[in-house]
């Protein structure tokens, strides 16, 4: 059992660690993942070696306060955790939420494309159903449905999805209003800016001629 904690609580620092080498966010649910595992396999942990070494059984009394201490503690940490950082299926939502960003930003590099290929944007969003060039379509990974894309003026253009939540990083920066987006092709601070809030949600993006010039026009 010793050695079973013991890995459990390696394997979670090792998540930790690879987490954060890799570069990438260490939000604050992620921090108290981590740290409710950590905390509940190290009080087990310690109980066991006290265990091994006697002290319970020179000390009955305190091994059945420290066993309810430890009980209480589990489940209070569970419930706090299902507040702080979410139920399982607030993760699935947030998980969908994600997915739905990825696929909008590769439906905007695929209408770039097709902009620089063609001198002109697509007139709908089938019109980037092409298997050679592009690539299939993303569609919603929750509902199925294809996303909403708005040819403006010129190069101009609006991608709508409906999400789940506000995103994590507009409520940590942002607070409750919603982040501006930054054209296409932008080298803004916020060029990939893709925060939003809970429902349908369009962003406005322009494509610069100066960043994506059409093929044809390229220098050599």
Not at 114 to 132: M, W
Not at 156 to 184: D, H, I
Request: with cysteine; hydrophobic share 45%.
């Amino acid at each position: 059992m010793g050695a079973s904690l013991g890995i459990a609580m390696a394997v979670d620092l090792i998540t930790l660690l690879t987490t954060f080498l890799n570069g990438e966010a260490l939000t604050v649910a992620f921090l108290l993942k981590v740290l409710i595992i950590f905390l509940i396999a190290g009080g087990v942990f310690m109980y066991f070696i006290a265990d091994l070494k006697g002290y319970w059984d020179a000390f009955p009394k305190r091994r059945n306060w420290v066993r309810i201490g430890v009980g209480v503690l589990a489940i209070v940490t569970i419930v706090s955790g299902f507040f702080i950082v979410g139920t399982p299926a607030q993760a699935r939502l947030a998980r969908y939420d994600a997915q739905k960003v990825t696929d909008l930003q590769n439906i905007q590099s695929q209408i770039i494309s097709f902009y620089q290929a063609k001198q002109k944007l697509p007139g709908a969003i089938t019109d980037l159903n092409n298997s050679l060039s592009y690539g299939p379509v993303p569609v919603d990974p929750q509902s199925g449905e294809s996303y909403t894309y708005q040819p403006g003026e010129e190069l101009s253009f609006k991608l709508c999805a409906v999400f789940n939540a506000e995103s994590r990083v507009n409520q940590a920066v942002y607070g409750t209003e919603p982040a501006a987006v930054m054209p296409a092709g932008s080298k803004g601070a916020l060029q990939d800016n893709w925060q939003h809030t809970s429902g349908q949600v369009c962003f406005d993006r322009t494509i610069d001629p100066s960043f994506y010039p059409p093929l044809n026009k390229v220098q050599p």
